[in-house]
Nanobody, 125 residues
């Protein structure tokens, strides 16, 4: 069973640049799609960014140019570097993974991901 554990959230000032991490265990499949989602109070969970085995990335329009997703395959760790944070970035951020498949054009659909972390709160003020 794949386990995902996020870290790096907290309270951040507007314009701040925190980095989230997601430690992934038991990810042995050569094909995978991993990513970050977020859920703001009173809203649904939305896709933020995804990355595949060979580095292909996808970004949601609100974060493109400000957030960067990356991975360290040796450490089995996924990162989300967030820059120029805005109050509307406040949300619980979740790490997600789908094995045996690429991200594709439907990368932002939560139903495509079998494995989820517990989430980490990011509050921007």
């Amino acid at each position: 069973e794949v386990q995902l554990v996020e870290s790096g959230g907290g309270s951040v000032q507007v314009g701040g640049s925190p980095r989230l991490s997601c430690a992934a265990s038991r990810v042995t499949d050569a094909r995978f799609c991993m990513g970050w989602f977020r859920q703001a109070p009173g809203k649904g969970r939305e896709g933020v960014a995804t990355i595949e085995m060979y580095g292909t990335t996808n970004y949601a329009d609100p974060v493109r140019g400000r957030f960067t997703i990356s991975q360290d395959n040796a450490l089995n760790t996924l990162y989300l570097q967030m820059n120029s944070l805005k109050p509307e970035d406040t949300a619980v951020y979740y790490c997600a993974a789908n094995l045996g498949a690429v991200c594709g054009g439907t990368w932002s659909l939560t139903g495509n991901y079998r494995y989820w972390g517990q989430g980490t709160q990011v509050t921007v003020s």
